[in-house]
């Protein structure tokens, strides 16, 4: 078994990996405009240095400055305490599925077997409040797949996503949480995290001791539906999380499967909404394995983020001012509100070059003034 704690990989220096992970903590830097900076700048350490000018062009009154050098090196030696590393796009450990998303984490902590990474993965997500026969189901459907080469991943909640990360345990499971990878949510799972991380694979995208809020749920399910070649819904309401990453799923290109249930019950809606919309229904994992798409091929290879993809060479340099159109961030401003607007209509309504638009919107969401939203949409940020 290949460790977390014992791996090297070859393309980003010790240095460098520091750098990845300081600028991915930094305030308003966002995975889209992380590769933004890259692509610009060539290396984590350049777009450093050019925080602080940027966000200032955007309108921030004062200087985006990113974690100190101590406090990072200070959360990757205690991760390396726990059994762990974190690895960056552009490795070639870092998982191929998840890497061919736009808003993909630039970097993620692990702890365990980082060789289920490389495995095909199939996830698994449903109610909190699941049934007994819910469950059931979860755990012996997550254990055939196991049987017939799949890696199971969920995201730890207690009901559908536990029973199936019980029954891949022996085959492989990754368990994706939505705080720091030192934290157990819920803690009566702490058991079933142990094992995981001594049998499968721990992810997380936050810093360590960071507990979960409510934002953060979406974000790790992005993660659990990225890193999958498909995703399976076994009992949620329509107001379910497990519907948020079903969406995420088919947002992302991946199959939607769904296990239907009696119409009276309010767990059975979710699914049986899904099968109307399009999701494949299965009964049994031959259903499941029966339609899944092969993601090792070109497509996922073309968009994966390898280390030649980030030599500076390869990207245009900062625009100067001469070259940016007076009055052009008002003008983008204007065009903006509270409702993300796809990026394709804002450069139809802005009447700017794609370069000037990209240069204009990096520095605005630096300045907090703008976010992004999946699929590259822009909105404004609410500063009430």
């Not at 990845?20 to 966002?30: F, P």
């Not at 245009?316 to 204007?334: F, V």
Request: charged share 25%.
């Amino acid at each position: 078994m290949m460790r977390a704690e014992t791996q090297n990989t070859a393309q980003h220096s010790p240095q460098e990996k520091l750098n990845w992970l300081r600028l991915s903590r930094t305030e308003n830097v966002g995975p889209i405009t992380f590769y933004r900076l890259i692509e610009r700048y060539g290396s984590a350490s350049n777009a450093l240095e050019a925080l602080p000018e940027l966000s200032k062009r955007g309108g921030r009154k004062k200087p985006l400055i990113a974690p100190s050098q101590s406090r990072i090196e200070d959360e990757y030696s205690r991760l390396k305490k726990l059994g762990g590393e974190i690895i960056t796009a552009g490795e070639d450990t870092y998982p191929l599925a998840l890497s061919a998303n736009e808003d993909a984490p630039p970097v993620i902590s692990v702890i365990g077997n980082i060789e289920l990474l490389q495995r095909p993965c199939i996830a698994m997500v449903g109610a909190r409040n699941a049934s007994i026969n819910g469950r059931k189901f979860a755990e012996k459907l997550a254990r055939e797949l196991g049987a017939c080469g799949q890696v199971v991943v969920s995201g730890l909640a207690r009901g559908i996503d536990t029973a199936a990360h019980k029954g891949a345990l022996n085959t492989g499971t990754i368990t994706v949480v939505a705080g720091g990878i030192d934290v157990v949510y819920p803690e009566e799972n702490l058991g079933l995290y142990e094992q995981i991380k001594e049998q499968g694979l721990v992810i997380a995208e936050s810093t360590l001791r960071q507990k979960p809020f409510a934002a953060s749920f979406p974000r790790r399910n992005r993660i659990v539906s990225g890193l999958s070649t498909g995703v399976v819904v076994v009992e949620a309401t329509m107001r379910s999380g497990s519907l948020i990453t079903a969406r995420l799923a088919g947002e992302q290109g991946r199959d939607v499967y769904a296990v239907p249930g009696h119409p009276l019950d309010p767990r059975a809606q979710g699914p049986n909404h899904l099968i109307r919309e399009g999701a494949t229904l299965i009964r049994n994992a031959q259903d499941v394995l029966e339609v899944l798409n092969d993601f090792s091929g070109k497509a996922l290879r073309d968009h994966h983020y390898t280390q030649d993809h980030f030599e500076p060479a390869n990207f245009a340099n900062d625009l100067t001012d001469d070259e940016i159109p007076e009055n052009a961030q008002e003008t983008i401003l204007s065009h903006l509100s509270y409702t993300p607007l796809a990026l394709d209509e804002l450069i139809r309504a802005c009447h700017v070059s794609i370069p000037v638009l990209q240069t204009i919107l990096l520095e605005l969401e630096l300045a907090g003034r703008i976010k992004r939203s999946a699929g590259n949409r822009i909105s404004l940020v609410d500063e009430a």
